[in-house]
């Protein structure tokens, strides 16, 4: 479960809530970003989410249901690695867009991690294994959460989000043009879950070059860090 959120006005504002079960987490501020990394048990700590210098944005919701299509195939690209090369400044926005638009991407066996991509422009990118992707110019705002935005409410499961959704875009809706890092704590603050715990609320000031967090639904205790 996660929210990820883009609202472009008269700043680009990125917000990110990490809803997860049983995965150690832990946040690093490196040179090239500020990132949630987790421990996997093969891989060690590998940074998925967060921000870097650049002003690119990696979020990576789950899809729920899964979608077998998802399960890796030959001659695709690993959408977790396509992040982590967006994350760490390897490749842009526009090549990742490129790739999805040319060849399979795939999640890994049994689940289908879906991307939240965006770049200090606003442009946003959803990459959904299997299903496609989905390219916005600069958009007032968008959101993913935890269903596949191809399918929509077709398909139901109780960690899909839905409800999440409707309720940041309600929100966003009725937001004035001043929208704020403030303001996105605020739209992270009510679609933040206890069940599958959300564990890191991150928001990218990319105009400021600033990126702001929380851990554990602490809202009052928020830190920042300027690039």
Not at 110 to 138: R, W
Request: charged share 25%.
């Amino acid at each position: 479960m996660c929210t990820s959120i883009v609202v472009n006005k008269q700043k680009t504002i990125v917000g990110w809530n990490l809803d997860i079960l049983d995965m150690e987490h832990r946040i690093k501020v490196a040179k090239e970003g500020v990132f949630i990394e987790i421990n996997d048990a093969k891989e060690g700590w590998l940074p998925l989410f967060g921000a870097n210098t650049r002003g690119d944005f990696v979020g990576m919701p789950t899809c729920w249901p899964f979608d077998k299509r998802s399960d890796p195939a030959e001659n695709g690209e690993n959408v977790i690695m396509l992040d982590i090369d967006l994350l760490m400044q390897r490749k842009t926005l526009q090549e990742i867009r490129k790739i999805a638009d040319t060849a399979p991407v795939y999640s890994i066996p049994g689940v289908t991690f879906m991307s939240a991509l965006s770049d200090c422009d606003g442009n946003v990118l959803h990459i959904i294994p299997g299903q496609g992707c989905l390219y916005y110019e600069k958009p007032a705002y968008k959101i993913l959460t935890n269903f596949s935005p191809y399918k929509q409410d077709t398909e139901q499961h109780p960690w899909m989000g839905w409800d999440r959704y409707h309720k940041a875009e309600e929100m966003l809706q009725n937001a004035l043009d001043d929208f704020d890092v403030k303001d996105c704590f605020e739209i992270l603050q009510a679609v933040s879950q206890e069940e599958c715990p959300t564990v890191v609320s991150m928001v990218l000031d990319v105009e400021e070059k600033t990126v702001y967090w929380c851990e554990n639904r602490k809202w009052g205790n928020i830190q920042k860090h300027r690039f």
